[in-house]
């Protein structure tokens, strides 16, 4: 019902947009009830997401291999927002550590970006074949590239505190400009292990006397993981955080 009510929501509101006043940097929101009920109300676009929902509706490509490649898509939409294509360009360097199948890799080869896909395991499909992509049969946590890249990318399967200080040493240490990445969390106590990344990060950095943005955000995509990103704090991200969960 609802999606058929949104259609015709869409229809009014352009055809009476010059009868609206709209605030500058609000968003509204509309909650159906039922089919003759609703809930209006604003936010500031800053915070709310653009998205019906709160989910970007993504579709799976047929070329990729892997469906972790919508994790991957949502968190450039989500965390990159309207800069994604001033941040993502095509002949920019990128590593991906833990990358087989090769889901990552290929949202980045996609945009035109040259991929070092790092895993032992093998990759599949097309993106194994695509020129931008080199694979390197190599263990994600000790592989390092001989010189800097623009974006690392990381969907290790490993403990969260071994990821997090991972990608915290490899953009510290001027071997990535930006990262994107997935810690896999404990069955319990997941707000506290997010805690104890951002933490362990933020040490990192400081020891290193680098100042850098922090986002974590569990995504529509995750499920049992959230998902940080890590780049200059320049205002091209948008301001996203986690929040501790009602007791």
Known sequence: MAHRLDARLKAALREKAWLIERPRGTRLHVIWVDGATAYVGVSDSAWGSPWPAGIPRLKLPRDAPSRSTLKLGEAIAVFLGPHETELLRAGMRAVDLGAAPGGWTWQLAHRGLRVDAVDNGPLKGNVALDPRVRHI??????F????????????????????????????????????????????????????????????????????????????????????????????????????????
């Open 137 to 142: 049969r190599a263990d994600g946590f000790t």
């Open 144 to 247: 390092r590239p001989r010189t800097s890249v623009d974006w690392l990318v990381c969907d290790i399967v490993e403990q969260p505190i071994r990821v997090a200080r991972l990608v915290a040493d490899w953009v510290a240490g001027g071997l990535a400009a930006r990262a994107i990445f997935n810690l896999k969390l404990p069955m319990k106590k997941r707000y506290e292990e997010v805690s104890r990344c951002r933490r362990a990060i933020e040490e990192i950095l400081d020891r290193a006397r680098t100042h850098l943005g922090l986002r974590f955000k569990q995504l529509y995509h995750d499920r049992e993981e959230v998902t940080g990103y890590l780049a200059p704090d320049d205002g091209t991200s948008r301001r996203i955080g986690i929040r501790r969960p009602p007791r």
